[in-house]
């Protein structure tokens, strides 16, 4: 063992800790003043030694304490140890406070006592740190003595310097023991080297080799050190965990060094940067570096304190503290109060520090001011690379002292933090250090350590060379910037303010206030909240999580999701992972309905009126299970969200579903008529429509079906590319497409179309549905108006149906071969009527039946036959005048299944049908006074006046123009309503004015501009359903 | 800032528009579309007050639709860095204010707001004066200086500052009602 000893310090000491080693033999002579028991350090040493060679002992921890020796002693040792730990992890960090208990020394007591002295030197340095701990430990003496040292530590010389050549003498020759690889299994090297250094302390030096080595860093290896290969394999004999059939290889003399030697970097500490403890109690803390002694390799460290007052006071008193087992427990870091400190009868002296000047409190050897603790390390103890302080951290550090290190980060700590290619040309600079302080200027170049800047005053020269430790980025407020680096990265924004070297921005999605280096930021234009998407989850989809739950991802953090669950009551954010997000949940397939019984679409504009966040309005963003959320640009959590029971918000401004894609007034015009414009064109309807039976009040359309039947979309890929068309059908995955410019139906993959519906393309399959579905009663009323307004039913809004409801007819109907105008195809596919003769003229009912079905049944119809009909604009309306029941059926029965009939044109299923529904029918088409055309077959047009409705449908009228002739009863399909010109006076035959009359001021297109007798009020209502009234005269 | 100017855009029409007026449609497409959007380059798109040309139409292959390039003049508002606006506040928090000016949302952070004013939080959070002569509120008029925009595709968003000599509250809800 001892042998093996001086080899391993050699090793150790070569890469840069000579001075190091120096300051401790200092350190070391005070000690042995003290007259502490050589033993304990001895032992302490030993370790020392372990842990470098690899900290065998962490595994070993159960065994060692076997060998522990009596509880008097074990105080004393435990300081020891802890000494040796500090040192240790310099070299290797693993050992934690675990082992500053010190128990598993113990067993080295015997073995230690032969170790020289000489190596002691290396590991004192460390007592001071861990003094504030061992304190209670202590006796008065000894602390006394501490203190001695310390303040007594810098007028010590050192007495012997290592030179160049010394080191170099202690590099390994040729006579020096070689160092032999050993294969061992996976995970057990540091079993291993514990294991033979049990053996070495069972067979004492008949065990020949000197050290054993194993590396963290190096798997399935351990080094041993031995003057032969004999002798490793004498000493690894037996081992469990060696293949002795491995080979032993012998590590070149040059290499040898390098085993053992710790890359270590340049390190380059200077006051005021920030730092982090690697080990002992302030693990992980930050601190303030106030002191540099480069000679020595310490730095004082200014650190918040973490400080168990009580126990500290017992310590200081003497008495027995007792033991926490639990040894991870760590005082949570608090500034040092003096009164409670006093309160607590700890003595604390007011001391000026004789190098600085600084007066500190002095409590059992550790030295505070106000409030923060400042202490000294070694080097080796603190990590300096990449440290990021949070503002947190910082803002503690600033508090209790007022005059403050002014600025928060501190210039050094940004220095540090700096990457290569830190500043790029074009960044704005500003100079903070030296004779150009405040300057700011472009970056023109960079090099290695210059850059080169021009500046923004005039005089100076064009550019500027200042070393990169002299700039700072610089912004200005209402800079837009991207962070990237640093907690918020990847997150975009706006500057507000700048404070020193910290800028405020306000985020762009989240509109919070977020603090960054101005280091950690560049200028952008670019907009975005960071990362947007993991996986194929994007911010703001909705999902279904695993717990059956779901919820829209408001937040995308680095490895999770931050989704706002669907719960109404109280917006409950949870933190999400990739995997427990289930499948994202398609937006199109949801509809649902608000208080009033609006229906809501995505994008819809809500208002929330009940639940936390009442009074809130904006889109809807999802829809799912009746739950909406909804997106309130002025809703500052959960990035704008809301989530609100479909059942708490009413819809504002109208569905966008309805009006957006209508064409508003079309809509408005049609509710108000209560008319089923669209129900003949419908006939592709059937898929969606409800039993026919429901027409009236129950059907309520469109709830579970696709919403994407009826929209418009357009074509992105395929042999359609580019094509616009309406969705008909769906299946699964697939959708039949109706081309708009072509007379076909394609098919079409889901996802090869936009379905960002074309807005300025009224939405026309959606809103006769919607109108259906919404009027469920007054389409009976207007049974015929198909067959009356031949351009009505081209869609009601003649101006832009003309173009198309042709088409559709004839894509949808085949047997109606071109028959754009209804008028046309009354006449125009005679030969059609024999293919149904089972409607016969003049039969109300299966004409009404084939009212529906208009542009497939024309055949059948019986007006067809009836030539009469062909060119008057309404033909039909004369003929049903007492709203006959067979008549209404079928009207009934058509809004709601516009799509059933047509294709079933002769089943007897849709007469028994319309009876029945006509049941609860409405009244009459036609109303008494209206002047009618009377058109018998074989007889010439007559003028009469309606007088009477009969309950059959038929009407009696009275022939002439002011129905003064011969009263005749008449079908309702050999009278038509006669058209009323300007300035006529007229009734209204339908809508909620139905009964009324009034004078026609106007005439627009197939509109007629009325103004009612009664109220006065000027309305615009369809001509179709304007009757003629005879002359005023009578 | 509001400017007076013409914007040229190639328009789709339907074919089914066609028809005598043609023309008219175009331009209710035209006001439909255009009206109340935002670009960056022009800002917002106020109100169209005329129609400059109306180009040949062609016709695309395929759709039937017509393309019309159409010039048209309009009223634009495009919020500038340093404009001084007007704008009402519509809430308030404890990291600044927001405000619209028209189609505009304005923020204004509590760096950017006079350090004598400080945020009150409960039922109307505002920031008042120490003396509590000057308050901030939801609906107070506010003058401003915009010092920095962003402008998305549908929006345009301002951040503003009212530490500045002669901005601040311009008229007080709580006073005028």
């Given at each position: 063992?001892?042998?093996?000893?001086?080899?391993?310090?050699?090793?150790?000491?070569?890469?840069?800790?000579?001075?190091?080693?120096?300051?401790?033999?200092?350190d070391?002579?005070e000690?042995?003043?003290?007259?502490?028991?050589?033993?304990k350090?001895?032992?302490?040493?030993?370790?020392?030694?372990?842990?470098?060679?690899?900290?065998?002992?962490?595994?070993?921890?159960?065994?060692?304490?076997?060998?522990?020796g009596?509880?008097?002693?074990?105080?004393?040792?435990?300081?020891?140890?802890?000494?040796?730990?500090?040192?240790?992890?310099?070299?290797?960090?693993?050992?934690?406070?675990?082992?500053?208990?010190?128990e598993?020394?113990?067993?080295?007591?015997?073995?230690?006592?032969?170790?020289?002295?000489?190596?002691?030197?290396?590991?004192?340095?460390?007592?001071?740190?861990l003094?504030h701990?061992?304190?209670?430990?202590?006796?008065?003496?000894?602390?006394?003595?501490?203190?001695?040292?310390?303040?007594?530590r810098?007028?010590?010389?050192?007495?012997?310097?290592?030179?160049?050549?010394?080191?170099?003498?202690?590099?390994?020759?040729?006579?020096d023991?070689?160092?032999?690889?050993?294969?061992?299994?996976i995970?057990?090297?540091?079993?291993?080297?514990?294991?033979?250094?049990q053996?070495?302390?069972?067979?004492?030096?008949?065990?020949?080799?000197?050290?054993?080595?194993?590396?963290?860093?190096?798997?399935?290896?351990?080094?041993?050190?031995?003057?032969?290969?004999?002798?490793?394999?004498?000493?690894?004999?037996?081992?469990?965990?060696?293949?002795?059939?491995?080979?032993?290889?012998?590590?070149?003399?040059?290499?040898?060094?390098?085993?053992?030697?710790?890359?270590?970097?340049?390190?380059?500490?200077?006051?005021?940067?920030?730092?982090?403890?690697?080990?002992?109690?302030?693990?992980?803390?930050?601190?303030?570096?106030?002191?540099?002694?480069?000679?020595?390799?310490?730095?004082?460290?200014?650190?918040?304190?973490?400080?168990?007052?009580?126990a500290?006071?017992?310590?200081?008193?003497?008495?027995?503290?007792?033991?926490?087992?639990?040894?991870?427990?760590?005082?949570?870091?608090?500034f040092?109060?003096m009164?409670?400190?006093?309160?607590?009868?700890?003595?604390?002296?007011?001391?000026?520090?004789?190098?600085?000047?600084?007066?500190?409190?002095?409590?059992?050897?550790?030295m505070?001011?106000?409030?923060?603790?400042?202490?000294?390390?070694?080097?080796?103890?603190?990590?300096?690379?990449?440290?990021?302080?949070?503002?947190?951290?910082?803002?503690?550090?600033r508090?209790?002292?007022?005059?403050?290190?002014?600025?928060?980060?501190?210039l050094?700590?940004?220095?540090?933090?700096?990457?290569?290619?830190?500043?790029?040309?074009?960044?704005?600079?500003?100079?903070?250090?030296?004779?150009?302080?405040?300057?700011?200027?472009?970056?023109?170049?960079?090099?290695?350590?210059?850059?080169?800047?021009?500046?923004?005053?005039?005089?100076?020269?064009?550019?500027?060379?200042i070393?990169?430790?002299?700039?700072?980025?610089?912004?200005?407020?209402g800079?837009?910037?991207?962070?990237?680096?640093?907690?918020?990265?990847?997150?975009?924004?706006?500057?507000?303010?700048?404070?020193?070297?910290?800028?405020?921005?306000?985020?762009?999605?989240t509109?919070?206030?977020?603090?960054?280096?101005?280091?950690?930021?560049?200028?952008?234009?670019?907009?975005?909240?960071?990362?947007?998407?993991?996986?194929?989850?994007?911010?703001?989809?909705?999902?279904?999580?695993?717990?059956?739950?779901f919820?829209v991802?408001?937040r995308?953090?680095?490895?999770?999701?931050?989704?706002?669950?669907?719960?109404?009551?109280?917006?409950?954010?949870?933190?999400?992972?990739?995997?427990?997000?289930?499948?994202?949940?398609?937006?199109?397939?949801?509809?649902?309905?608000?208080?009033?019984?609006?229906?809501?679409?995505?994008?819809?504009?809500?208002?929330?009126?009940?639940?936390?966040?009442?009074?809130?309005?904006?889109?809807?963003?999802?829809?799912?299970?009746?739950?909406?959320?909804?997106?309130?640009?002025h809703?500052?959590e959960?990035?704008?969200?809301?989530?609100?029971?479909?059942?708490?918000?009413?819809l504002?401004?109208?569905?966008?579903?309805?009006?957006?894609?209508?064409?508003?007034?079309?809509?408005?015009k049609?509710?108000?008529?209560?008319?089923p414009p669209?129900?003949p064109?419908?006939?592709?309807?059937?898929?969606?429509?409800?039993?026919?039976?429901?027409?009236?009040?129950?059907?309520r359309?469109?709830?579970?079906h696709?919403?994407l039947?009826?929209?418009?979309?357009?074509?992105?890929?395929?042999p359609?590319?580019?094509?616009?068309?309406?969705?008909?059908?769906v299946?699964?995955?697939?959708?039949?497409?109706?081309?708009?410019?072509?007379?076909r139906?394609?098919?079409?993959?889901?996802?090869q179309?936009?379905?960002?519906?074309?807005?300025?393309?009224?939405?026309?399959?959606?809103?006769?549905?919607?109108m259906?579905?919404?009027?469920?009663?007054h389409?009976?009323?207007?049974?015929?108006?198909?067959?009356?307004?031949?351009?009505?039913?081209?869609?009601?809004?003649?101006?832009?149906?003309?173009?198309?409801t042709p088409?559709?007819?004839?894509?949808?109907?085949?047997?109606?071969?071109?028959s754009?105008?209804?008028?046309d195809?009354?006449?125009?596919?005679?030969?059609?009527?024999?293919?149904?003769?089972?409607y016969?003229?003049?039969?109300p009912?299966?004409?009404?039946?084939?009212?529906?079905?208009?542009?497939?049944?024309?055949?059948?119809?019986?007006?067809?036959?009836?030539?009469?009909?062909?060119?008057?604009?309404?033909?039909?309306?004369?003929?049903?005048?007492?709203?006959?029941?067979?008549?209404?059926?079928?009207?009934?029965?058509?809004?709601?299944?516009?799509?059933?009939?047509?294709?079933?044109?002769?089943?007897?299923?849709?007469?028994m049908?319309?009876?029945?529904?006509?049941?609860?029918?409405?009244?009459p088409?036609?109303?008494?006074?209206?002047?009618?055309?009377?058109?018998?077959?074989?007889?010439?047009?007559?003028?009469?006046?309606?007088?009477?409705?009969?309950?059959?449908?038929?009407c009696?009228?009275?022939?002439?123009?002011?129905?003064?002739?011969?009263t005749?009863?008449?079908?309702?399909?050999e009278?038509?309503?006669?058209?009323?010109?300007?300035?006529?006076?007229?009734?209204?035959?339908?809508?909620?004015?139905?009964?009324?009359?009034?004078?026609?001021?106007?005439?627009?297109?197939?509109?007629?501009?009325?103004?009612?007798?009664?109220?006065?009020?000027?309305k615009?209502?369809?001509?179709?359903?304007?009757?003629?009234?005879?002359h005023?005269?009578? | 800032?509001?400017?007076?100017?013409?914007?040229?855009?190639?328009?789709?029409?339907?074919?089914?528009?066609?028809?005598?007026d043609?023309?008219?449609?175009?331009?209710?497409?035209?006001?439909?579309?255009v009206?109340?959007?935002?670009?960056?380059?022009?800002?917002?798109?106020?109100?169209?007050?005329?129609?400059?040309?109306?180009?040949?139409?062609l016709?695309?292959?395929?759709?039937?639709?017509?393309?019309?390039?159409?010039?048209?003049?309009?009223?634009?508002?495009?919020?500038?860095?340093?404009?001084?606006?007007?704008?009402?506040?519509?809430?308030?928090?404890?990291?600044?204010?927001?405000?619209?000016?028209?189609?505009?949302?304005?923020f204004?952070s509590?760096?950017?707001?006079?350090?004598?004013?400080e945020?009150?939080?409960?039922?109307?959070?505002?920031?008042?004066?120490?003396d509590?002569?000057?308050?901030?509120q939801?609906?107070?008029?506010?003058?401003?200086?915009?010092?920095g925009?962003?402008?998305?595709?549908?929006?345009?968003?301002?951040?503003?500052?009212?530490?500045?000599?002669?901005?601040?509250v311009?008229?007080?809800?709580?006073?005028?009602?």
């Amino acid at each position: 063992m001892p042998r093996r000893r001086e080899e391993e310090y050699d090793d150790e000491m070569e890469p840069e800790e000579d001075e190091d080693v120096e300051e401790e033999y200092e350190d070391e002579e005070e000690e042995y003043d003290g007259g502490k028991a050589g033993k304990k350090r001895r032992r302490s040493d030993f370790i020392d030694d372990l842990a470098e060679e690899d900290d065998e002992e962490e595994e070993e921890d159960d065994d060692d304490e076997d060998y522990g020796g009596g509880g008097g002693k074990r105080k004393a040792k435990k300081r020891s140890g802890s000494h040796f730990f500090e040192l240790e992890a310099q070299v290797d960090t693993d050992e934690e406070e675990e082992e500053e208990e010190g128990e598993d020394v113990d067993f080295i007591v015997d073995t230690g006592a032969e170790l020289p002295d000489e190596d002691d030197e290396g590991r004192r340095m460390h007592r001071r740190p861990l003094l504030h701990r061992e304190e209670d430990q202590e006796d008065f003496e000894a602390l006394e003595r501490t203190i001695h040292e310390r303040y007594g530590r810098r007028e010590v010389e050192y007495d012997d310097e290592a030179t160049e050549v010394e080191q170099q003498a202690l590099l390994p020759s040729v006579r020096d023991p070689k160092l032999w690889m050993v294969k061992c299994a996976i995970g057990r090297e540091r079993e291993v080297a514990v294991c033979l250094m049990q053996k070495a302390i069972d067979k004492g030096p008949e065990l020949q080799i000197r050290s054993v080595v194993a590396l963290d860093h190096l798997k399935n290896y351990i080094y041993i050190e031995a003057d032969k290969e004999a002798h490793v394999k004498e000493a690894i004999k037996g081992m469990r965990n060696i293949f002795a059939s491995a080979k032993i290889m012998l590590v070149p003399i040059k290499e040898m060094t390098d085993v053992l030697s710790v890359e270590s970097k340049a390190v380059d500490i200077s006051r005021d940067t920030w730092v982090r403890m690697k080990t002992g109690t302030y693990k992980g803390d930050l601190a303030k570096v106030v002191d540099v002694d480069n000679v020595r390799q310490k730095v004082t460290l200014k650190l918040i304190p973490r400080i168990d007052l009580p126990a500290l006071a017992a310590k200081l008193e003497g008495r027995e503290v007792p033991k926490k087992k639990n040894k991870t427990f760590n005082p949570p870091p608090r500034f040092m109060n003096m009164d409670e400190a006093r309160e607590l009868h700890i003595r604390v002296e007011r001391r000026r520090d004789p190098m600085t000047g600084d007066y500190f409190e002095n409590i059992g050897g550790m030295m505070f001011k106000d409030g923060f603790l400042y202490k000294s390390f070694s080097m080796k103890s603190i990590s300096t690379q990449n440290i990021q302080p949070t503002f947190d951290e910082l803002e503690k550090f600033r508090q209790p002292s007022e005059n403050g290190d002014g600025d928060v980060a501190s210039l050094s700590t940004l220095f540090a933090n700096r990457k290569k290619g830190h500043f790029m040309k074009g960044d704005r600079v500003i100079v903070v250090k030296g004779d150009l302080k405040n300057l700011k200027g472009w970056v023109e170049k960079v090099e290695e350590d210059t850059v080169h800047i021009k500046p923004n005053e005039k005089g100076l020269p064009a550019t500027l060379a200042i070393g990169d430790r002299e700039l700072c980025k610089y912004f200005e407020p209402g800079n837009h910037v991207k962070v990237v680096a640093g907690a918020t990265e990847g997150a975009t924004g706006m500057v507000v303010s700048v404070e020193g070297h910290v800028v405020n921005i306000v985020s762009d999605t989240t509109k919070e206030l977020l603090r960054v280096f101005a280091d950690n930021i560049v200028e952008s234009s670019e907009v975005t909240t960071g990362v947007t998407r993991i996986g194929e989850y994007e911010l703001h989809d909705l999902v279904q999580l695993d717990d059956m739950s779901f919820g829209v991802i408001i937040r995308v953090e680095s490895e999770a999701f931050q989704v706002l669950k669907g719960v109404p009551e109280k917006p409950e954010v949870a933190l999400v992972r990739l995997r427990e997000i289930k499948f994202k949940l398609d937006r199109k397939n949801n509809g649902t309905q608000d208080r009033n019984g609006n229906r809501l679409s995505v994008k819809d504009v809500v208002k929330i009126l009940e639940g936390p966040c009442k009074g809130k309005q904006g889109p809807v963003e999802h829809i799912y299970k009746g739950i909406l959320f909804v997106y309130d640009r002025h809703h500052l959590e959960h990035a704008g969200f809301i989530c609100a029971k479909a059942q708490s918000c009413v819809l504002v401004g109208g569905s966008r579903a309805n009006v957006d894609r209508n064409g508003g007034s079309l809509h408005s015009k049609f509710t108000k008529f209560g008319a089923p414009p669209r129900a003949p064109l419908s006939p592709m309807r059937s898929p969606r429509g409800g039993p026919p039976v429901n027409s009236a009040g129950r059907f309520r359309g469109g709830r579970g079906h696709d919403n994407l039947v009826g929209a418009i979309i357009k074509i992105r890929m395929g042999p359609h590319k580019g094509c616009n068309g309406i969705v008909k059908e769906v299946k699964g995955n697939a959708l039949r497409v109706e081309l708009e410019a072509q007379m076909r139906i394609v098919t079409v993959n889901r996802d090869q179309i936009t379905d960002n519906v074309n807005v300025s393309t009224p939405f026309r399959e959606k809103s006769r549905f919607g109108m259906g579905s919404e009027t469920p009663v007054h389409p009976s009323r207007t049974p015929l108006r198909p067959y009356m307004t031949p351009m009505r039913d081209p869609g009601a809004t003649p101006v832009h149906d003309g173009m198309r409801t042709p088409m559709r007819d004839r894509a949808w109907n085949p047997y109606t071969p071109m028959s754009p105008p209804r008028d046309d195809w009354e006449d125009g596919n005679p030969a059609s009527w024999g293919s149904s003769p089972q409607y016969q003229p003049g039969s109300p009912p299966s004409r009404t039946y084939e009212a529906p079905t208009p542009g497939y049944g024309d055949a059948g119809t019986p007006r067809d036959s009836n030539p009469a009909y062909a060119n008057a604009p309404s033909p039909y309306l004369p003929s049903t005048p007492g709203g006959q029941p067979p008549m209404t059926p079928s009207s009934a029965y058509l809004p709601g299944t516009p799509g059933g009939q047509p294709m079933t044109p002769g089943s007897g299923g849709l007469d028994m049908m319309s009876p029945v529904v006509g049941g609860d029918n409405e009244g009459p088409w036609l109303l008494p006074d209206i002047l009618v055309n009377v058109r018998r077959p074989g007889e010439d047009g007559d003028i009469g006046v309606v007088r009477e409705v009969l309950p059959d449908g038929s009407c009696r009228v009275a022939l002439g123009s002011s129905g003064s002739g011969e009263t005749i009863t008449v079908l309702p399909n050999e009278i038509e309503v006669v058209a009323p010109r300007k300035s006529d006076k007229i009734k209204i035959m339908g809508g909620t004015h139905r009964g009324a009359t009034g004078k026609l001021i106007g005439i627009d297109g197939t509109d007629g501009i009325v103004k009612l007798d009664i109220t006065f009020d000027v309305k615009i209502l369809d001509l179709d359903i304007l009757a003629k009234l005879p002359h005023v005269k009578e | 800032m509001f400017f007076h100017i013409v914007l040229e855009r190639n328009m789709q029409l339907h074919p089914r528009h066609f028809g005598r007026d043609l023309r008219d449609k175009l331009v209710s497409k035209l006001m439909k579309d255009v009206e109340g959007t935002c670009s960056g380059r022009h800002g917002f798109v106020v109100a169209i007050t005329g129609i400059e040309s109306v180009g040949k139409g062609l016709i695309r292959d395929g759709t039937g639709f017509v393309t019309f390039p159409v010039k048209y003049l309009c009223v634009v508002f495009r919020p500038f860095k340093g404009e001084i606006l007007e704008a009402v506040v519509t809430m308030v928090n404890k990291m600044g204010f927001f405000a619209e000016a028209g189609p505009v949302q304005i923020f204004v952070s509590n760096h950017l707001i006079p350090d004598d004013m400080e945020f009150q939080s409960g039922d109307v959070p505002n920031y008042t004066t120490s003396d509590g002569s000057v308050k901030i509120q939801k609906d107070s008029e506010v003058r401003l200086k915009i010092i920095g925009t962003r402008v998305d595709a549908t929006e345009i968003f301002c951040i503003g500052t009212i530490k500045d000599d002669f901005l601040g509250v311009i008229s007080d809800p709580g006073s005028t009602s």
